[in-house]
């Protein structure tokens, strides 16, 4: 499967927007997704994980209250939800899927690797005014 991250763009502080991630396949396959970002000259981050099989979510302090992930195996979509965005929200986002029901601590660790793990390009979110 292949992912494609979509929504990103420029938002001022304060501002929302909500980033999808379309899969070319069935993401019933995917028991497991999640966001990360990177921003500018930082590592990359796991942002919010969810696995499917028991709602069990991990999100990071920063965003705590503010990102929202969810995921639409109908429509085989995942979506963050990122409400009240501050300049340091400001980061190439990308979406993750794995293959395994993995603990979703452990998939936004990025422990995760190699061929149990798909990533879609990343989108760019810049919060500015």
């Known amino acids: 499967v292949q992912l494609q991250a979509s929504g990103g763009g420029l938002v001022q502080p304060g501002g929302s927007l909500r980033l999808s991630c379309a899969a070319s396949?069935?993401?019933?396959?995917?028991?497991?997704i999640g966001w990360f970002r990177r921003a500018p000259g930082k590592e990359r981050e796991g942002i919010s994980c969810?696995?499917?099989?028991?709602?069990?979510?991990y999100t990071r302090d920063s965003v705590k209250g503010r990102f929202t992930i969810s995921r639409d195996d109908a429509r085989n979509t995942m979506y963050l939800e990122m409400n009240n965005l501050k300049p340091e929200d400001t980061a190439v986002y990308f979406c993750?899927?794995?293959?395994?029901?993995?603990?979703?601590?452990?998939?936004?660790?990025?422990?995760?690797?190699?061929?149990?793990?798909?990533w879609g390009q990343g989108t760019q979110v810049t919060v500015s005014s």
């Open positions: 993750a899927a794995g293959r395994g029901s993995f603990n979703p601590s452990t998939f936004c660790a990025m422990k995760v690797t190699g061929s149990a793990v798909v």
């Open positions: 396949g069935s993401t019933l396959n995917y028991p497991v």
């Open positions: 969810l696995r499917r099989r028991d709602g069990g979510m």
